[in-house]
């Protein structure tokens, strides 16, 4: 699955819009959303935009950025043992997420 997969299942699980809803709504086949979530197909930019629309999310986080809108993480300090390894800082709103791959 991938990441882009995975946060769209995630943001429509949030928002509990069932996939036909949700296929509707973006007016492609049920299958194609069914798709997408799991990693077989990738959606254009375009779909992604009406999906942040839909599914309230900002853009930028489909794509791996933060909750806040900000695609600008900060790789924490490796040697600093208050983070986990891999996370990463937000730089616009200072949230902690794991580091995007
Ligand atoms: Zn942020």
């Known amino acids: 699955m991938t990441a882009l997969g995975e946060r769209i299942r995630k943001a429509r699980e949030e928002a509990t819009i069932g996939v ?3 296929a509707e709504g973006l007016g492609v086949h ?3 959303v069914e798709r997408w979530e799991s ?10 935009r009406v999906l942040a629309l839909l599914l309230r999310k ?9 909750i806040c809108g900000a695609n600008d993480w900060i ?19 200072g949230r902690e997420e794991g580091a995007p791959s």
């Open 75 to 93: 790789r924490t300090d490796p040697y600093d043992e208050s983070y986990p390894e891999g996370a990463a800082l937000c730089g616009a709103c």
């Open 30 to 32: 049920r299958r194609t």
């Open 39 to 48: 990693g077989e197909r990738e959606p254009s930019r375009a779909k992604v």
């Open 58 to 66: 900002p853009y930028e986080w489909f794509y791996g950025g933060c």
């Open 20 to 22: 036909p809803a949700l």
